[in-house]
C-alpha cells in the first residue's frame, strides 16, 4: 500500500469517486466519510457516499447526511452510482466483511483503492492509504491527509463539523488513551478554525428520544451481570427488549461504556440479539487486549480497548461461549 500524499496526482483531474464505510455507520464512520465528501466535491470531482445499511438519526445533522446512500434501501442507486468509478475510498474499516452485502460488489471493482483507517489488522488489498492505529479516529486521519496533501485551505466549517463529532465519538469525548496531544492540537486548530463544538456534543449526546433512556434503565437492572472474579461485567439484550423500546439504529451505542465504570472492571460486553444475528461489543481498561478476544472467539476484531464481533448461535449459546472465553482468559484479566 502507497502512502496516502501519493494520491495526490490522482485527485488533479476530474473523477468519478465513491467513499465507503462499516456497516451501521457510527459517527467517525459518517463524519470521516463526509467530511472527505466535503473536500472531494470542493476540487470538482462527482462523489458519491454509500453506506451499506441505514444509520443512526442522531447522525443525520451531518452536511451531507442526506445525499448517503443506503445500500440497503437504494441498492439500485448505489449500483449505479459503482459503474465505472476510477476510485473507491474505504473509510472506519479495513475488511470488506464488514461492508455486509456490499462485499461482493466491491471486490469486483478494477479501481483503484484507498484506505483511511485506524482499525488493527489491514487486509491488504489497497493500492493507497493510511493505516494508523494509534490515530484518535478515522476523522483525525481525514484531517491530516488534508495537511499531507497541502490541501488545508478547503477545511470548511462542514469539514470541521464532520471531523470533530467522529473523534469527540471515538476518544469517548476526549477521555480514552487514544487522546493524544495530536487530537487537542487539531481540536484546537478547529476551534480557530470557527467550529462551535457545543452544538455537536448536544446534536450526538442530547438528543435521545424517551424510550431509549428507559431502555437503558431497564438494561441497567435487569440485563446486567457482574462476575467479580474475572474482573468482567456482561449485558445481554433478548430481541423482545429491542421490540418493547422500540429501538432504532444506534440506540445500543455507548450502552457497553457503563458497565466499564463499574470498579475493579477490566472487561466489559454487550451482547445484543439482533434477529439476523448476534452483535457483541467489547471495552477494556488497561492491558487486556479485546481485539485479539473478538478475533479468536467471535470472528471479530477492531482496537485493543474497543472491538466487535458477532455469532450466529442462540443469544443463550452465545452467552455461554462468551462465559467460556472469559474463563478460558482468567490470568490475563487479573
Ligand atoms: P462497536 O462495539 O462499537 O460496534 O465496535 C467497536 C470497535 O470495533 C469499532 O471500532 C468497530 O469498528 C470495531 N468492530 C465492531 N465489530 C467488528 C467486527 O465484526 N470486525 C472487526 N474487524 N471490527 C469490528
Ligand atoms: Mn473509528
Not at 472531494?40 to 442526506?66: E, R, Y
Not at 465505472?84 to 466491491?106: E, H, S, V
Not at 495537511?147 to 471515538?170: H, R, S
Amino acid at each position: 500500500m502507497k502512502p496516502i500524499e501519493e494520491i495526490k496526482p490522482l485527485l488533479e483531474s476530474p473523477k468519478k469517486v465513491v467513499i465507503t464505510m462499516h456497516q451501521k455507520p457510527d459517527a467517525d464512520a459518517m463524519g470521516s466519510s463526509l467530511a472527505l465528501y466535503h473536500y472531494l466535491i470542493q476540487k470538482g470531482h462527482q462523489v458519491a457516499v454509500i453506506s451499506p445499511t441505514n444509520f443512526p438519526d442522531f447522525l443525520k445533522w451531518m452536511p451531507g447526511a442526506d445525499q448517503v446512500l443506503d445500500f440497503e434501501s437504494m441498492q439500485e442507486k448505489a449500483l449505479g452510482a459503482l459503474q465505472g468509478i476510477d476510485l473507491l475510498f474505504c473509510l472506519d474499516f479495513n475488511a470488506l466483511y464488514r461492508t455486509k452485502n456490499m462485499q461482493p460488489y466491491l471486490e469486483q471493482l478494477r479501481c483503484v483503492k484507498i484506505l483511511i483507517d485506524h482499525h488493527l489488522e489491514p487486509q491488504p488489498d489497497f493500492d493507497y492509504g493510511i493505516s494508523d492505529t494509534a490515530a484518535s479516529s478515522t476523522a483525525q486521519l481525514v484531517y491530516e491527509t488534508l495537511y499531507k496533501l497541502g490541501e488545508e485551505q478547503y477545511i470548511t466549517n462542514e469539514i470541521a463539523q464532520c471531523i470533530y463529532a467522529g473523534t469527540m465519538t471515538d476518544t469517548g469525548s476526549f477521555r480514552f488513551a487514544s487522546t493524544s496531544a495530536r487530537v487537542h492540537r487539531m481540536v484546537a486548530d478547529l476551534l480557530e478554525r470557527g467550529l462551535k463544538h457545543e452544538l455537536i456534543h448536544q446534536a450526538i449526546y442530547d438528543n435521545f428520544l424517551e424510550n431509549r433512556l428507559r431502555f437503558i434503565g431497564h438494561s441497567l437492572l435487569h440485563r446486567m451481570e457482574v462476575f467479580y472474579e474475572y474482573n468482567t461485567a456482561m449485558m445481554a439484550i433478548p430481541y423482545a427488549d429491542l421490540k418493547r423500546f422500540d429501538l432504532q439504529t444506534g440506540d445500543t451505542e455507548g450502552l457497553v461504556n457503563f458497565l466499564l465504570s463499574i470498579q475493579g472492571i477490566k472487561m466489559a460486553a454487550l451482547i445484543i440479539d439482533r434477529r439476523e444475528e448476534i452483535k457483541l461489543s467489547f471495552r477494556s481498561k488497561g492491558d487486556f487486549d479485546v481485539n485479539t478476544f473478538a478475533r479468536r472467539y467471535f470472528e471479530g476484531g477492531g482496537h485493543f480497548n474497543a472491538s466487535g464481533g458477532r455469532s450466529t448461535d442462540t443469544l443463550d449459546k452465545t452467552v455461554q461461549r462468551f462465559i467460556k472465553a472469559v474463563q478460558e482468559n482468567e490470568e490475563l484479566l487479573q
